[in-house]
């Protein structure tokens, strides 16, 4: 291979190489640029022979060293000598140049492999951009120090901040982390996480633990549970001796997936209030204990009278008659389970469904005569799906404040009555019949 066809060869190489913008291509570039840059500075600018075959003359350009540095300008050829004094390329003897197409090569084999150097990392123009990895690339990299670096435990509302580490309120209740700790998190493994010193210091944090989330239907809107009392039915105080009752918005039981009846635990900053609080951890197996009350006196010994058969075993609030219609309760069947009876007192078919899925909340009110959303059990999506589904298939409903017996009979009375509202307000006045019971 000439040496023309080589420099063709390493510039469609170059080219090539132009558009992958990685450190395999940079330095391959640089080695062929190095290359003819080594060439230049080891060997003497030497005669080369151009054969014009247009003109079919044979002349000779002579390079100059200052030609060479200067690649702005293109260099210059001096005149051809006259004569058959023309200077050409030397030809071992015997060598034919047409079988041979490194005849007109001014390099021998070993001088070639002379001017490829290793080439040594240069100073660029400016740094290559650097990338910071994540706690998992870091980790296969070994860049964390493996135990050197201690982190100061500040805690949240909920969980903790260790550094650049967040602690899930979980792993913080495990280990009974505290403000102010200090742990060793080697190459970020939070299983091999360790406690390190226990020195704690206030957070501005008060945390009141085992509370009990109730509802009430006094609640203004849109407030669906407040917490008044510990799930033993006693009284909280914080501690400056102020009675809590924190209000929560569903939402904010959505967050933890909590409901009420649910025993939790709450948290806020002192300098926020108790309002601003938050449910930072909910006890699933943690069953609140309902206080028994104290034995009744004994009574004198009455004659019992036989049971009417016809008249409903649960005693209700309102006078009316369901005549054998089906009610559709949009909540969680576990908080309203105790209102089935209320339903089939006034003789009608109850179902209480809280599902999720538009297609089988579907299927259940087109199976449904009446449909009662229970706001504070029911998630906002459930509530709104049940209504605009009534709607649709002409279906009876309206929405139950609360989740007590009387909230509900109300709610069934005005889905049945024609003129009155699916939605009862504070300020409207309705007169609802009462029971003779």
């Known amino acids: 291979m000439t040496l023309k066809d080589e420099f063709a060869s390493d510039v469609e190489h170059i080219l090539a190489l132009r558009d992958e913008m990685s450190y395999a291509a940079l330095t391959t570039s640089i ?11 080891d060997c003497p600018p030497t005669d080369i022979a151009m054969d014009q075959t247009s003109t079919g003359a044979a002349a000779t ?4 060293p200052a030609a060479a540095d200067a690649p702005d300008k293109p260099a210059t050829a001096e005149p051809a000598e006259t004569g058959s004094t023309t200077q050409t390329a030397e030809t071992p003897a015997g060598a034919n140049a047409d079988a041979n197409p490194d005849a007109d090569h001014h390099y021998s084999d070993a001088q070639r492999k002379d001017v490829k150097p290793s080439v040594a990392p240069r100073a660029f123009h400016r740094e290559l951009p650097t990338v910071r990895p994540g706690a998992a690339a870091a980790r296969a990299a070994g860049i964390y120090a493996s135990d050197a670096q ?12 260790a550094g650049p580490f967040y602690i899930k309120e979980s792993l913080a209740r495990s280990m009974n982390l505290r403000n102010g700790n200090t742990v060793i998190i080697p190459r970020g493994n939070f299983n091999k996480m360790r406690l390190i010193d226990q020195t704690h210091v206030p957070a501005g944090i008060e945390r009141i633990e085992r509370v009990l989330l109730s ?3 006094a609640l203004p809107a849109p407030y669906v549970a407040h917490v008044t009392c510990d799930y033993l039915g006693a009284p909280i105080h914080t ?26 635990d709450i948290a806020w900053y002192k300098n926020s209030g108790m309002q601003s609080a938050h449910i930072t951890w909910v006890h699933r197996n943690l069953v609140p204990i309902e206080q028994k009350a104290a034995p009744a006196p004994a009574a004198e010994h009455k004659k019992t009278t036989p049971v009417d058969p016809d008249k409903p075993k649960t005693a209700t609030n309102l006078d009316f008659d369901l005549d054998g219609k089906r009610v559709l309760i949009i909540g969680f069947e576990q908080s309203l389970k105790d209102l089935r009876p209320i339903v089939l007192a006034h003789n009608g078919l109850c179902t209480i469904s809280e599902e999720m899925k538009s297609h089988k909340l579907r299927n259940k009110v087109m199976g449904a005569d009446i449909v009662v959303p229970v706001i504070s059990q029911a998630h906002h999506h459930n509530t709104n799906g049940a209504i605009g589904l009534a709607k649709i298939h002409k279906k009876k409903y309206a929405v139950a404040t609360g989740s007590s017996p009387l909230a509900l009979e109300r709610a069934i009375y005005r889905a049945i009555t024609d003129g009155l509202p699916a939605f009862e307000s504070s300020g409207e006045e309705i007169s609802y019949p009462l029971s003779a019971s």
Request: glycine share 6%.
């Open 31 to 41: 080695e062929l640029v190095a290359k003819y840059a080594r060439q230049h500075q």
């Open 150 to 161: 201690p982190y100061r435990i500040e805690r949240k509302l909920s969980g903790a901040q």
């Open 61 to 64: 350009a002579k390079t100059t």
């Open 215 to 217: 509802a009430d239907a």
């Open 239 to 264: 501690e400056e001796g102020e009675l809590v009752d924190i209000t929560f918005t569903q939402s904010d039981l959505d967050y933890v997936r909590a409901k009420v009846g649910d025993v939790c």
